[in-house]
């Protein structure tokens, strides 16, 4: 069975400082990957989704970047942090034949 | 680019009485519509979905009907139960196995 774990689970870092959360799939092959950000209290922002290795596309302009160096991986990175990249950050997946996406258990980012 | 609204934000009803979540898109070429369920702290999970090609769909006591030409939809729970609150998402999608755009959230709060 396919499964997606995503790490570490929560993080706190300063203001300024870079950022790297990785997200994997088991299970399958060729997935479609997505980076949502959840705001405390909001709905679920696309930030970027993956067709493919090395094919990233970007919802939103911002200071995140999105890389898929595997098939199954999917990392998104910041060089300096800002107060409001503070979030909850869900990866999902779906993929051939299947609507439905399946989301990670997220990672709870703070940025002080 | 596809925009969804979602109504209400909040919604508290009694036990077993039923609630009734709405959505509107607005990209005509999306034909995917499916609604999730977030629990506090929890990833979004996929409860029920609709495509364009049927009008109503039910899994127990959830429903899910389509009014292609209103461009709207909208989820159903009957006999609520406590575990029933949560945050339900609604989004929308122009075709399979593609990015979702999804709606700002109901909190739902079913009161024993």
């Known amino acids: 069975s396919q499964t997606i774990h995503q790490w570490p689970a929560t993080l706190v870092q300063p203001v300024g400082s870079p950022l790297s959360l990785e997200c994997t799939v088991e299970?399958?092959?060729?997935?479609?990957l997505y980076w949502y950000r959840q705001a405390a209290g909001r709905g679920l922002q696309l930030l970027f989704y993956?067709?493919?290795?090395?094919?990233i596309s970007s919802e939103v302009p911002q200071n995140l970047s999105a890389s898929r160096p595997q098939d199954r991986q999917f990392i998104l990175s910041s060089k300096k942090l800002l107060l409001s990249d503070s979030g909850f950050y869900l990866c999902?997946?779906?993929?051939?034949?299947?609507?439905?996406?399946?989301f990670g258990p997220g990672t709870r980012l703070t940025v002080l | 680019g596809e925009n969804v609204e979602q109504h209400p934000s909040t919604l508290s009803v009694q036990e077993g009485d039923s609630a009734v979540i709405k959505c509107t898109y607005s990209d005509s070429a999306s034909n995917y519509f499916p609604w999730y369920k977030q629990e506090l702290g929890k990833r979004p999970q996929l409860i029920i979905d609709?495509?364009?090609?049927?009008g109503e769909k039910k899994d127990q006591r959830i429903a899910v009907t389509l009014n292609k030409t209103a461009k709207h939809f909208s989820l159903h729970i009957t006999e609520t139960q406590p575990e029933d609150s949560a945050v339900y998402f609604c989004a929308a999608s122009p075709r399979s196995n593609y990015k979702l755009t999804f709606g700002k959230g109901t909190l739902l709060t079913v009161n024993p």
């Open positions: 609709i495509r364009s090609n049927v």
């Open positions: 299970g399958t092959s060729n997935p479609n």
């Open positions: 993956s067709v493919g290795i090395g094919q």
């Open positions: 999902a997946w779906n993929t051939g034949g299947i609507d439905e996406q399946f």
